[in-house]
């Protein structure tokens, strides 16, 4: 087998583990309130349930750090995936609240590991192929995300138990995902790097820039997840029915900009796609806060979907090309704040909404996004782009192995 055929075959299976995972957290958290029905889990207990995950996640991603020096990140991940499968699985089978704390602290704890696991194969073997495709990546967990959703909606709409509402994409999924392992690559096997061996000295204070990135972004991005609906019926008058679309318009436009968003690195640079990317998003806060109706809202939920997409994936490459010794401690370190992001999003606003107003409340998450703007430089030097020499002389016929590994 060719150099580059190996490579080709590592991104398209590392691609689709970042498909399965995208549908497997949709499946979970589209069907939160069958969740809480089926085990009894009350209004002041849920929220307690929901923050487990998250927060277990977090310690997961911290021990997979040490844990990928021992067996790498690409073992890591071929038995993580799985155990998030079966723990969604696990969710849909008990019975009793104690349970579905078992099957949603299992979730946490292998989700974390997972994503920390994929994220790091994603950027070394973006260092290999030396150019940008980490937003491809993502693109495909966002495609994953838009089934997932329209699954579990078929499966509300059928009145299906959860159970059988998840049996078929585990099965369906596992086993693929499980075969599709044999061929992760990590970039590092073909010399681009040294092994990790941490940050080193100060190495931290160089990456909090990304990781208050990492945060903000995700406090934007459980903003719509979470506040989308409610803020289009209950402020803007919309239907039930129309309240339900902005989080898919969000989801599609995701898909959308991801899936063109490596082409604009490769062009324009890393940061300048950032750039674009954080004003897009703010002026999509600034549309919904200041929206007269539903559909100037539905704009505004759109432009979101199609600013917040680049943040995330470009954080976690500038995290790589930052600390080319010592990428997987660094992405494993950033993973934490996708969390960190998630658990302050929702009550932040919610909190904000409460005591003032949810016009209001969408200017926090608006200037949150903003503090990305100050922190560019950390994406990279102004023409920062992986390979765009390579490509200019050589178009895409060659993968150039090991260039643009500190292509900042």
């Keep these: 087998m ?11 299976s590392l691609g689709f583990s970042f498909f399965v995972q995208g549908v497997t957290f949709a499946l979970l958290v589209t069907r939160i309130p069958a969740i809480q029905d089926r085990y009894g889990i009350s209004d002041g207990l849920l929220p307690a349930f929901l923050a487990a995950v998250p927060i277990l996640a977090g310690v997961s991603s911290v021990a997979t750090e040490h844990l ?20 969604l699985l696990g969710v849909g089978a008990g019975t009793q609240m104690w349970h579905a704390a078992v099957a949603l602290g299992a979730f946490g704890l292998s989700v974390g590991a997972l994503d920390a696991s994929m994220n790091m194969l994603g950027v070394s ?21 838009i089934l997932g959703a329209s699954a579990a909606w078929a499966g509300a709409h059928w009145h299906l138990s959860l159970f059988t509402s998840y049996l078929p994409a585990v099965v369906v999924l596992l086993p693929l995902a499980f075969h599709g392992s044999r061929f992760y690559v990590d970039g590092k096997d073909e010399g681009a790097e040294v092994p990790d061996k941490g940050l080193g000295a100060g190495g931290f204070r160089l990456l909090l820039p990304l990781c208050l990135v990492m945060a903000c972004a995700y406090i934007g991005d459980s903003t719509v997840s979470n506040w989308s609906a409610k803020y289009l019926q209950d402020v803007l008058g919309s239907s039930e ?6 989080y898919n318009v969000y989801m599609v436009t995701t898909l959308i900009g991801r899936a063109v968003g490596d082409l604009g690195v490769r062009r324009f640079g890393a940061v300048a796609v950032v750039r674009i990317g954080t004003v897009v998003a703010a002026g999509g806060f600034a549309v919904v806060a200041a929206a007269p109706g539903a559909w100037t809202g539905m704009l505004g ?29 660094a992405i494993a370190r950033l993973n934490i704040f996708n969390y960190v992001g998630f658990l302050i999003g929702s009550p932040l606003v919610g909190g904000i909404g409460d005591a003032w107003s949810y016009r209001g409340a969408m200017l926090v998450p608006m200037a949150l996004v903003l503090v990305t703007l100050f922190h560019a430089r950390s994406f990279g030097a102004e023409g920062a782009r992986y390979g765009v020499g390579h490509e200019r002389r050589a178009g895409d016929r060659a993968v150039d192995v090991g260039r643009g590994g500190n292509g900042v």
Excluded: N
């Excluded at 060719?2 to 398209?12: A, C, I, K, N, W």
């Excluded at 029915?241 to 902005?246: F, G, H, I, K, S």
């Design 301 to 329: 939920f759109t432009l979101l979907g199609i600013g917040l997409c680049v943040i995330v994936p470009q954080t976690f490459a500038a995290a790589g090309r930052l600390f080319p010794g010592a990428s997987d401690t």
């Design 68 to 87: 990928v020096k021992r067996v790498g990140p690409a073992t890591v991940l071929r038995w993580a995936q799985p155990l998030v499968l079966l723990a």
């Design 241 to 246: 029915q129309l309240a339900t679309v902005p």
């Design 2 to 12: 060719t150099e580059d055929v190996r490579l080709r075959r590592g991104r398209g």
């Design 125 to 145: 073997l973006q260092r290999a192929y030396g150019r940008s495709i980490m937003l491809g990546f993502h693109a495909a967990y966002s495609l994953g995300g």
